[in-house]
């Protein structure tokens, strides 16, 4: 993700990737991009995700046409 696209009260959410094993299971909620499913990072980001944490997933081909998924994770 490109941090300059985000507006300037977001930035204080963002983490770069490289942070994901160390963010990731300390979060609630999680919300994934389709792009994991791309660049192969969707599995390890969801056994890193902690027990009972709000899981979604999003995708969108444009700003018109997104889906939206989401699921309580269990292990």
């Given at each position: 993700m490109d941090p300059s696209t985000?507006?300037?009260?977001?930035?204080?959410?963002?983490?770069?990737?490289d942070k994901a094993a160390e963010i990731v299971p300390q979060a609630d909620v999680l919300v994934?991009?389709?792009?994991?499913?791309?660049?192969?990072?969707?599995?390890?980001?969801?056994?890193?995700?902690?027990?009972?944490?709000?899981?979604?997933?999003?995708c969108c081909r444009d700003k018109t046409h997104c889906w939206h998924g989401r699921t309580n994770h269990r292990r």
């Amino acid at each position: 993700m490109d941090p300059s696209t985000l507006k300037p009260d977001e930035m204080p959410f963002y983490a770069h990737g490289d942070k994901a094993a160390e963010i990731v299971p300390q979060a609630d909620v999680l919300v994934i991009t389709g792009t994991t499913l791309i660049n192969d990072t969707l599995e390890g980001l969801l056994k890193a995700a902690k027990p009972g944490a709000h899981t979604t997933m999003t995708c969108c081909r444009d700003k018109t046409h997104c889906w939206h998924g989401r699921t309580n994770h269990r292990r």
